[in-house]
């Protein structure tokens, strides 16, 4: 299918956490899931050790234990106050209504998250990162996000939504149960939902100046 007309700031900023938008009743061809993961081998990877493999979950009967999975994992993320999407004070009347409007769309995906066309879940396949020096985890970690990252981008300029979701990682070891994953040499880093999106017109998010954020020369207060 053509590419979005997006140039490559559009698609920097308007590559959002789709849920609500996810269109649940249209195939995904797998030559776009091919495309996605073609784009993402071109990320950057930690000591260029290409360690990052994608786990495509399109049986129905599969993403329906991966469904019910996410949403007991859920449950449980709902109870830790000050982590739970909902749970986060902004300190902003329109902040927290922005919140609040997330979490809505966040408490969706959980229960619907089975019925998506499309799961991904991208792998680091070697040596585990449990209890690894922080030096040895970011590396490691680094053949694999900015690959993810890179196929959500690749989804987005295909007319595709897909959103970071992790919670299903409470219960790592019976998704990789159900997916034959070898659970000590294959570590999962996230799930990310993939279906067409109904409409494909998306905004930047709302955010704070980049001075705000930025501490130019040394950490300031």
């Not at 053509?2 to 140039?7: A, N, Q, R």
């Not at 360690?51 to 979950?57: A, G, S």
């Not at 990682?169 to 149960?177: G, K, N, S, T, Y």
């Not at 999962?188 to 067409?196: E, W, Y």
Request: net charge negative; glycine share 4%.
């Amino acid at each position: 299918m053509p590419l979005l007309p997006l140039d490559p700031d559009e698609l920097l900023m308007t590559t959002r956490a789709v849920r609500k938008r996810l269109d649940l009743d249209r195939p995904v061809d797998d030559d776009l899931v091919r495309e996605c993961v073609e784009v993402a081998m071109q990320a950057p990877s930690g000591s260029n050790n290409l360690t990052m493999q994608f786990v495509v979950v399109r049986d129905p009967d599969q993403r329906r234990a991966l469904g019910d999975i996410y949403r007991q994992c859920y449950s449980i993320y709902q109870q830790l106050d000050g982590v739970y999407i909902r749970s986060i004070d902004k300190g902003d009347d329109d902040a927290n209504a922005q919140q609040q409007r997330s979490a809505d769309s966040a408490d969706l995906l959980a229960d619907r998250m089975g019925d998506v066309p499309v799961l991904v879940i991208p792998c680091h396949v070697g040596a585990r990162v449990d209890g690894v020096p922080a030096m040895m985890a970011a590396s490691m970690m680094a053949n694999v996000m900015p690959a993810a990252w890179s196929f959500m981008l690749a989804a987005r300029a295909r007319g595709l939504g897909t959103c970071w979701t992790s919670v299903h990682l409470m219960m790592e070891q019976q998704v990789a149960d159900v997916l034959g994953l070898p659970f000590d040499t294959v570590q999962q880093v996230a799930l990310l939902p993939l279906a067409h999106t109904i409409g494909t017109d998306f905004k930047p998010a709302a955010r704070p100046p980049a001075d705000s954020i930025i501490h130019w020369d040394r950490w300031r207060s």
